[in-house]
Each structure stands twice: as C-alpha cells, then as structure tokens.
C-alpha cells in the first residue's frame, strides 16, 4: 500500500502538471505565427531586411541559450518559463510599433530570447516531473499528446491571425502579448521537480559540465547536429512559405489556412507517435523524415501549389511522429542536475545555423529562385543525415555522465 506521504506528493506531482501541461498550451498561442512576415513587407520591410530580423532573432538563443538553461537548472525551470512568454509579449507589442529596424531588431532579439528562456527548460521540467514520480518511460507518449494540443492550438491560432490580419494586423500582436502575459502568470504557479541540485557549480560550471558531456559522447553530439540540421531545414520551410505562398496570388488568410492546417498533420503525429514510432523505428523514420523535408521543400520551390501543400503536410506529419522521439532519445540518461544545460546546447546550435541559412535562403530565393535555394538546403540535410547515419546512428544520451567535481 502506498503511504500519505506517497499518495500526497502523487497529487502534488498531477496537480503541477496539469499546471504544466496550460502553460505549455498557452505558451504555444501563435496569432502571429503566420502572418508576421506579410505584416513586415505590408509595412515596407524588404525580404532581405526581414532575413537579417531573423538573424537577430537567432543572435538572442546564440548569447543566452546556455546561460538561461543553467540559469534554470541553478534556480529553478519556472522562473526560466515564466520570463520568456514574458518577453514573447515584449516582442509582440514592438514589432506591432515597428518602422524601422531601430524597432525591429530589438523586438526580434526580444523574441528569440523568449525562446532560449522556454526551450531547455521546458523538456527539463517535464521529465524531471515524470522521473519524480517514477514514470519517465511515459515521457514519449506524453510529451507527444501534449505537442499533438499544442499544436491544434499553434494551428487554430494561426487561423485566426490570418484572418484578423485581413481586417487590422493590430490584432494578432495585441492578443499574441495577452496570452503571452497569461502563460507567464501560470509558470509562476509551478512546482518545481525535486532534483540533485548540489551536482552544479555555478552557471559557468554548469555550462562547462554540459558541454564536458557532449563533447565526451560523440554519439549524443551526432544526434544533437543532425537534430540541428533537420529543424534548420522545417524551419526554412515553414517560415518561407509565407512568402512563397504569397507569391503565388494567395491572401493572408489562405496562408495562414495552409500553415494551420500542415500543423494538424504535425499534431495527428505527435498524438499517435508512441504507437507508430514503435513500428517504424527511429533510424527509418529519421531518415523518412528527413527525405520529406526534402521533397517538400522542392515542392515548394518548383511545383504547384496543390502538390507543393501536400508534400508540405506529408513531411509535418512525419515531424509530428519523430519529434516526441527524438526528444525521449536526447533525454535518455542525462544527468537532471544539467538537463536543461544540455538541452539547450541544441536550441545553441540550431540558432547559430539559423542566423546564416535564413538570410542566406532568402537572398539566394531573390536571386536564383525559390526552386535553387531550396535544393541546395536540401542536399545539405542529406549529406549531414549521412554523416549521422556514418557515425552516429546508435547515439543516445549517455547512459552515465561522470560529473566532475573541479
């Protein structure tokens, strides 16, 4: 039988999940997410100036990736929450105000530090929960349903952005910075996961011991690179798309009905991840999923609109099936007192890669074509998935992490 004091901290466990589980939800609110690229040229922004926004967004989780997920591991993962949605309404209120790139660098960087703030800490936290109370093995199925209702939500949100924006674009920043604000009042709420705190050594030592164990599994830093590669390429897609799509004669809100809806295949995956990512395996659908990519960037860049969106939503429903995958392999065997150092070492270098691929794809679509840009970014995921596959196919997290003490 289980004893009052199991069955309570039981409760404490489900009753900080649930909290979770809204703000992860909420956090995920997106009214923006598909228009904010037809809102910058609306207000006169060139595609190479929105391309160096976005650099700058990326500089932020270049600077602050590491130090805010050892910040989070050294304090606590619910400040580290709390502070970046916090931020993402910042961000939503300047780019609302923007007209030159004096406002709308400073936004971006904004945003992007909203994501260094969430991205580590938000896996640490719910692995760590699920470990608490001896469940971690659960933690690919449910980090699954609950990226399957984030983004239904991503998607829905979406929508009404699209069609908000084709009335007044105040709108979508105005609510994206409300819901931003309520996500952040929830994280505070949080109860943190117990964990070996006395395993740091301060942000520089957490950070040096993170990167100590990456660098001594060559394995994990396959895995963390390819991961990199694969984001880099959905990315470029996703974000593009809005451009591409606009280009050929479709209106905010029907770009924002595509990108929506590509989010429901996304989540179709993820909720049923555990189950078809058992049959499939990891290695085929890494590789499935990277080869989708692919075509559906090619896709994008080269046929017609009706085959272009179906490829697109073949390769976000693959996504959605490898993702909560991933995460579980990444996750396996680090050690909790650097987790969310760990993790953020992938949010690092996915950022690095981006401040140069999105200027880059950008201003190679403008002079080459859509169709070139994207082959070349394409070839480039297929020579890093072989490199993966070379070298570092079996890798998981380190199964044992010998952590320094000098």
Not at 156 to 162: A, P, R, S
Not at 381 to 403: E, F
């Amino acid at each position: 039988m289980k004893s009052a004091k199991s069955e309570q901290n039981e409760r404490q466990v489900g009753a900080g999940l649930h909290r979770f589980f809204a703000f992860k939800v909420l956090a995920e609110f997106s009214f923006t997410g598909s228009i904010w690229i037809l809102y910058l040229q609306h207000r006169g922004f060139s595609l190479a100036e929105i391309g160096l926004a976005e650099s700058v967004f990326h500089l932020a989780p270049v600077t602050l990736e590491l130090p805010s997920g050892s910040l989070a591991d050294l304090f606590g993962r619910k400040w580290s929450l709390a502070f970046g949605p916090f931020l993402a309404a910042l961000s939503a209120l300047l780019i609302l105000k923007a007209d030159s790139m004096w406002w709308l660098l400073p936004a971006m960087f904004a945003s992007g530090a909203s994501y260094a703030f969430r991205s580590g800490a938000t896996e640490a936290f719910l692995y760590d929960s699920l470990a608490e109370d001896r469940r971690a093995s659960r933690y690919a199925g449910l980090y699954g349903r609950l990226l399957s209702a984030s983004y239904v939500v991503l998607a829905v949100t979406m929508w009404l952005g699209g069609i908000l924006a084709d009335r007044d674009f105040r709108w979508p920043f105005l609510l994206s910075a409300a819901v931003s604000l309520l996500a952040a009042a929830i994280a505070l709420t949080l109860r943190e996961p117990e964990r070996d705190r006395d395993a740091n050594h301060g942000m520089l030592g957490t950070i040096a011991v993170a990167w100590r164990i990456v660098r001594g599994h060559p394995g994990l830093a396959w895995l963390l690179a390819f991961s990199t590669g694969l984001y880099t390429m959905l990315t470029l897609i996703a974000l593009y798309a809005q451009a591409v799509l606009s280009e050929r004669g479709l209106p905010p809100s029907r770009v924002s009905f595509v990108i929506g809806s590509a989010l429901f295949f996304t989540a179709a995956g993820s909720w049923y991840s555990g189950r078809l990512g058992a049959r499939a395996g990891f290695t085929r659908l890494a590789v499935a999923v990277t080869l989708a990519t692919g075509a559906a960037a090619l896709g994008l860049g080269g046929t017609g609109v009706a085959i272009a969106v179906g490829l697109y939503f073949l390769e976000e429903l693959l996504t959605g099936i490898f993702e909560p995958m991933l995460s579980a392999r990444i996750n396996e065997g680090l050690p909790s007192a650097q987790r969310a150092t760990i993790l953020s070492v992938q949010g690092f270098l996915f950022s690095i890669t981006m401040i140069w691929a999105f200027p880059l794809l950008g201003a190679g679509a403008e002079r080459f074509g859509w169709l070139a840009a994207y082959a070349i970014a394409a070839c480039m995921l297929i020579a890093l998935m072989g490199g993966w596959l070379g070298q570092g196919r079996g890798a998981r997290g380190p199964r044992s992490c010998p952590v320094s003490e000098g």
